[in-house]
C-alpha cells in the first residue's frame, strides 16, 4: 500500500466508528484492519447504509400483497401493473448534501434514485420531489430552493424524465437542515427485471459509466452525523453530477439488458464501490475479488481508500456471464463510456481488494452486512398533544381564504414546476398542481398515479396519527384521480436517533406507517431513512415522507381536481367534524400550532375512498382530496383550475362555520358533477353507507359575469382574485 | 411521407416525434444515429429535442460539428424538409442552417409550460394547413429559447414571412427577439422551432394543435 495510513484511536473516532464497534471490527477480522477496511467498515456500518438505529423497527412495517414482486432491500421496489408490465419505483434523500450545496446536492439525488430504478431494468417514466425548507425569512432559505430546483431541473430534463409531482413546504425546523427527497417511477418487462445478487463463481465484474474521483468521499458518513458550524467545509463530499454520462449510462444499460449476458447489476450510490462490490456478493451468497488498477481513474495516484470510498456519479457495477465481455463492452463503446472488467466473483464469501500488487483489504462479506451492529436505542414516547383549540368564531372566511392562499406552504408551486420538463415522453397525462400525476403506460391506455406527502405538524403533534395521516393522504391523492392505490416508497426522515425522544418519534411513526400500510393494503416496497436530520441540537419536525403508486386501468376515466361545467353540483364525501387542531388555519390565520393532529379512521378512509374510485371509474371526472387548508381552500383549488366559480350554501351556527370551511378532518373529498345525477350519487352513497352532503353549486358570476367563489356568509370574490392572490408569493418571494 | 429522426447521445425527444409521426403519418420513422454520415432518402429529417452531446457548451454546438449534421445539410440543400424541435432548433442555428442564435432565456431558469403561439405565416410546408393569425397551444420546456439576431437580419425575416411561429403578445416565455418562436431558412425547407408541436398530437396531453403541422406535411409531401 502507498503511504499507509496507521490506524490509531483518533483515526478510528474519526470514521464515526465508536469503541465497541472497532472492538467488534477487530474480532470480525482477527486483526486490527487496514486503513482501507476501516473506512469500508465505517461506511457500510454508518446510519445510512446499515440502518443500525432502525433495523428492528423497519421489520415491523407489511412489505408484501399478492402485486408486490420485490420488497424492501433490492435497488428498488417493483409491482405487477399487469399485461406483463411492472413498476418499479423508490424514493430516498439527499439532505445533507443538498444544504451544503443545493445545485449539486439536488441534482445527484435525482440521478442516484434514477439509477437505482434503471439498474432493475426499467425506464424510468416520472420523478417526484418533496422538499422541505426553512422559514421564509431565514436568510439561507431563498439561495436553497433556487439552488435545489434548479438542480432537480438540471438533472431530470437533460435526461428527459418528466418531473411530474411532489411538494414545497416551509418551516423553521429544518432552518438549518433541508429536506430533498427524490423519488422515481419506472416501467419495465416482468420478465427483464434484473436483480444485484451476484450468484456463481469466476464471473466477470465489470465497472461501467464515468471515471472514478475523489468526489464524495465518505458522503454516507456525513449523511449519518448532525450538522454543525463546520458542516459547511464538507462541501468537497457532495458529488458532482452529470447527466449527461447518465443519460448514456442508461440508454448503455438498457441495451445491454436486452441481451441475456447479466447475471447481476447494482449502481454505485453512497459508498460506492465498496457497497455495491460487497451487497452483491453478500446477495449472491459468493465472494468478490477487484483489482483497483483496473478501475476508470480521473486522477493519477488515486489512493486505493479513496476509490473505495469515492462516491463519483454515474457509475454502475454488473457481474456477467462468463463470455460475453466483448459484447458487454461493444455496447458501451457505442455509448462512449469507460468500460473495464475489475474482477471475478468467488466462492470464497469474502471481499478482496488489491491495489498495485498488494492486497489492501481482505474481509468476509458478511461482516458488512449481517454483521453490523444493530441497536435497540432506548426511546421515549412523548405524550400526544390535545385539547381544545381557540380561534375567533367572527373572522371574515373570505379574508381568511385570501390569507391562507398566498401563504408559503398553501400557494401555487407553479414557479417551482416550471423549471422541470413535465411534458417531456408525451405520457404524463396529468400534470403538475393537481392530487396526483398520471403517467400513461407508454403505447396503453393504462395510467400510473403517483404522488408524494407528509404533513409533519401532525407528526410533531402525534408521530403514530401523523405517520398513519401520511399514508392515508398519499392513497386519497391517488384515489382521487381514479387510481387504485398499490405500494408506497418511504423517506423516513427523522432527527437524531441517539435522543430517547426523537427514537420515540422514529418508533411511533414506524407504527403509525405500518398500520395505515396494513390497513389500505398499500405495502412498503422500498424507500430509505435519513436520521440525524438536526442543527446546533435543534431537530427536525418527523417527517416520515410517503411515495404512493396507483393504477388506472384507463386513462379516459380520470378525475381532475378543475371545475369543468357551470351549475354542477358540489358534493363532500365524508365526515366533517371541524377539527382546527393543527390546521393551517390556526397556524397562519390565529397564530397558534396548537390542539390534537386530526384522528386518521382507516376503515373510514378505505371505504369513503373505494366510492370515490368507483365513481370516477362510472364516469366522474371531478375529484379533489381535502387536506391542507381544509374544505374551503379544496373548493377554491378547483375553482381557480377551472376557471369557475362556485356558491356554497351551507348554514351554521355562528361557531361551527370556521371550523366547516377550514378544518383538517381526514378522509373527504369534494366532486363536481351534473346537477341532474347528484341525487342519484347521494342516494347510492347512503347504501354504501358513506357520509354524502351536496353543499353547492358551480358557475357562480357576479353582476360582471365575472366567476366568483361565494355563499351563504361567503362574500364573493372573483376567481381570477383568487388565482392572482394564490401565484404571487412564490414568484415574489423568489425575486428577492 | 417516408421521415427521419436523428438521435444524438442525450436526444430525449425522439421517441415522441417518432410517436407523433407514425400516429399522423401511419410509417414508422427511420431512427438515425448521431455517429452516421449518411441519412437515408426520406423526405422529412426531424431533429428532436432533448441535449444532444450534453449541451454543457452552447447548446447544440457539438451537435453542429456532428457527421450527421454534415450529411442533413447536404440533404436541405437538395430540397429534404427539416424541421428542428427544441434542441433541433439550436442545432440548426449552431450548423447555420437556419440565422441568429438561442441565447439563455433572459430570465435565467428553464420554463416549461403550455404556450400561447401565433401562426404569423402560412405559406410553408410545415404551417399550410393553419390559418394566419391562428392562436395554437404547443408546450415549451427549455433554458435557451430566447432567439437572438440582429435587426436587420429580423428584418429580413420578418420581411420574407420567414418568421413562422411567435409567442402571444405578453406571453414571451424567454425573451426572445420579435418574440419570435420559430423560422424557417431562405428556401422555406427548414423551420425551427423552440415549442413542442410532437407534444400535442394527443387530446390527453392537452391538445392536439400541433397535428396540422405533420398533416400539413404529409399533404403536401405525399
Keep these: 500500500m502507498n503511504a499507509p495510513v496507521a490506524v490509531t484511536p483518533e483515526v478510528v473516532k474519526d470514521h464515526g466508528l465508536n469503541d465497541a464497534e472497532y472492538a467488534r471490527i477487530v474480532e470480525l477480522l482477527g486483526r486490527a484492519p487496514t486503513i482501507v477496511e476501516l473506512g469500508i467498515f465505517s461506511v457500510m456500518w454508518s446510519e445510512h447504509c446499515s440502518y443500525k438505529s432502525t433495523r428492528i423497527h423497519l421489520k415491523k412495517l407489511p412489505t408484501s400483497a399478492p402485486w408486490v414482486i420485490q420488497g424492501p432491500g433490492e435497488n428498488a421496489g417493483i409491482i405487477d401493473v399487469g399485461d406483463g408490465d411492472v413498476c418499479v419505483f423508490k424514493m430516498e434523500s439527499h439532505n445533507h448534501p443538498s444544504f451544503i450545496e443545493p445545485f449539486q446536492g439536488a441534482a445527484t439525488g435525482v440521478g442516484g434514485i434514477m439509477r437505482d430504478v434503471f439498474t432493475m431494468g426499467a425506464r424510468p417514466v416520472a420523478s417526484l420531489d418533496s422538499l422541505r425548507f426553512g422559514e421564509p425569512n431565514h436568510p439561507k432559505t431563498r439561495h436553497l430552493v433556487a439552488g435545489v430546483v434548479s438542480g432537480i431541473g438540471s438533472y431530470g430534463n437533460c435526461m428527459g424524465i418528466p418531473t411530474v409531482a411532489g411538494e414545497t413546504n416551509f418551516h423553521k425546523s429544518y432552518n438549518g437542515n433541508i429536506l430533498v427527497n427524490a423519488m422515481c417511477v ?252 398520471v403517467v400513461r403506460v407508454h403505447g396503453t391506455d393504462k395510467g400510473l398515479a403517483c404522488c408524494t406527502d407528509v404533513t409533519p405538524r401532525y407528526c410533531k403533534a402525534n408521530p403514530f396519527e401523523g405517520a398513519k395521516q401520511a399514508v392515508a393522504e398519499a392513497w386519497r391523492n391517488i384515489t382521487a384521480v381514479g387510481g387504485l392505490p398499490l405500494a408506497t416508497t418511504d423517506c423516513l426522515n427523522f432527527s437524531n436517533p441517539e435522543k430517547p425522544e426523537a427514537m420515540g418519534e422514529i418508533v411511533a411513526g414506524i407504527e403509525g406507517l405500518g398500520e395505515a400500510c396494513r390497513v389500505l393494503e398499500f405495502p412498503i416496497v422500498s424507500g430509505n431513512c435519513s436520521l440525524y436530520n438536526e442543527t446546533q441540537g435543534e431537530g427536525i419536525l418527523p417527517t416520515p415522507t410517503i411515495g404512493g403508486v396507483g393504477l388506472l386501468k384507463d386513462v379516459h376515466k380520470m378525475a381532475t381536481v378543475a371545475f369543468k361545467r357551470e351549475g354542477d353540483a358540489i358534493l363532500l364525501i365524508g365526515d366533517t367534524k371541524g377539527h382546527l387542531g393543527q390546521s393551517v388555519y390556526l397556524r397562519e390565520i390565529e397564530g397558534l400550532e396548537e390542539g390534537a393532529a386530526p384522528p386518521v379512521d382507516l376503515k373510514l378512509e378505505k371505504k369513503n375512498g373505494d366510492f370515490v374510485r368507483g365513481l370516477i371509474e362510472a364516469g366522474t371526472d371531478t375529484v379533489h382530496d381535502i387536506a391542507d387548508g381544509g374544505l374551503l381552500v379544496a373548493v377554491a383549488e378547483m375553482a381557480m383550475a377551472g376557471g369557475i366559480g362556485a356558491v356554497l350554501r351551507g348554514q351554521f351556527e355562528a361557531d361551527k362555520f370556521i371550523p366547516f370551511y377550514f378544518g383538517e378532518d381526514q378522509a373527504r373529498y369534494l366532486m363536481a358533477v351534473p346537477a341532474a345525477e347528484a341525487d342519484a350519487i347521494l342516494a347510492k352513497a347512503k347504501k354504501a353507507g358513506v357520509r354524502a352532503r351536496h353543499i353547492g353549486f358551480t358557475g357562480a358570476k357576479n353582476d360582471k359575469g365575472e366567476a366568483v367563489l361565494t355563499g351563504v356568509g361567503l362574500p364573493p370574490v372573483t376567481v381570477t382574485a383568487l388565482k392572482a392572490t394564490h401565484e404571487a408569493w412564490l414568484p415574489e418571494y423568489m425575486k428577492g | 411521407m417516408k421521415s427521419a429522426v436523428v438521435v444524438f447521445p442525450a436526444s430525449n425527444c425522439d421517441r415522441d416525434a417518432a410517436v407523433a409521426l407514425e400516429q399522423i403519418t401511419g410509417t414508422k420513422p427511420v431512427m438515425v444515429w448521431h455517429a452516421d454520415s449518411e441519412v437515408p432518402d426520406v423526405d422529412l429529417i426531424v431533429l428532436p429535442g432533448g441535449f444532444s452531446y450534453g449541451d454543457y457548451l452552447r447548446c447544440g454546438a457539438m451537435a453542429g460539428q456532428s457527421n450527421i449534421m454534415r450529411a442533413v445539410k447536404e440533404k436541405s440543400e437538395q430540397g429534404v424538409k427539416v424541421l428542428g424541435i427544441c434542441n433541433g432548433f439550436q442545432v440548426l442555428t449552431e450548423t447555420h442552417m437556419l440565422p441568429g442564435v438561442l441565447m439563455k432565456n433572459a430570465h435565467l431558469k428553464f420554463v416549461c409550460r403550455p404556450q400561447a403561439l401565433e401562426v404569423i405565416e402560412t405559406q410553408s410546408v410545415f404551417t399550410r394547413k ?80 400541433g397535428k396540422a403541422m405533420f398533416e400539413g406535411l404529409i399533404e403536401a409531401l405525399g
Design chain 1, 186 to 437: 419506472g416501467l419495465a418487462k416482468a420478465d427483464k427485471i434484473f436483480y444485484s445478487a451476484a450468484k456463481g463463481a469466476g464471473n466477470p465484474v465489470v465497472y461501467v459509466g464515468s471515471k472514478t474521483g475523489r468526489d464524495g468521499i465518505h458522503g454516507a458518513t456525513m449523511a449519518s452525523a448532525e450538522f454543525n458550524e463546520d458542516s459547511e467545509e464538507k462541501r468537497p463530499t457532495v458529488q458532482v453530477g452529470d447527466p449527461f454520462t447518465e443519460k448514456l449510462l442508461l440508454e448503455a444499460c438498457l441495451e445491454l439488458m436486452a441481451t441475456d449476458a447479466i447475471i447481476a447489476i447494482q449502481d454505485m450510490g453512497a459508498a460506492g464501490l465498496t457497497s455495491s462490490s460487497s451487497e452483491m456478493a453478500d446477495k449472491g451468497g459468493s465472494g468478490i475479488e477487484i483489482d483497483l488498477d483496473k478501475v476508470p481513474q480521473r486522477e493519477t495516484n488515486l489512493t486505493a481508500y479513496e476509490m473505495m470510498l469515492s462516491e463519483s456519479q454515474e457509475r454502475m457495477l454488473a457481474v456477467l456471464k462468463p463470455g460475453r465481455e466483448a459484447e458487454a463492452e461493444r455496447i458501451f463503446k457505442k455509448w462512449e463510456l469507460d468500460f473495464s472488467v475489475i474482477g471475478y466473483t468467488t466462492d470464497t464469501h469474502r471481499m478482496v481488494v488489491r491495489h498495485k500488487g498488494e492486497i489492501v483489504a481482505d474481509m468476509p462479506v458478511t461482516a458488512l452486512s449481517d454483521a453490523a451492529p444493530i441497536y435497540e436505542r432506548p426511546f421515549v414516547k412523548r405524550k400526544p398533544t390535545s385539547g381544545k383549540v381557540s380561534f375567533e368564531a367572527s373572522r371574515p372566511a373570505m379574508e381568511s381564504l385570501l390569507r391562507l392562499l398566498s401563504t408559503p406552504d398553501l400557494c401555487s408551486k407553479r414557479w417551482v414546476w416550471e423549471q422541470y420538463d413535465y411534458t417531456v415522453m408525451a405520457d404524463s397525462v396529468q400534470q403538475p398542481g393537481g392530487d396526483a400525476a
Design chain 2, 130 to 209: 393553419y390559418q394566419a393569425g391562428q392562436r395554437v397551444v404547443f408546450p415549451v420546456a427549455h433554458g435557451e429559447g430566447n432567439y437572438v439576431a440582429d435587426d436587420e437580419t429580423l428584418d429580413r425575416l420578418e420581411g420574407e414571412g420567414r418568421v413562422v411561429f411567435k409567442y402571444a403578445p405578453g406571453e414571451n416565455p424567454n425573451g426572445s427577439a420579435r418574440d419570435i418562436a420559430g423560422i424557417l431558412n431562405e428556401k422555406r425547407n427548414v423551420l425551427g422551432l423552440m415549442p413542442h408541436p410532437e407534444r400535442v398530437c394527443d387530446p390527453l396531453l392537452g391538445g392536439t394543435d
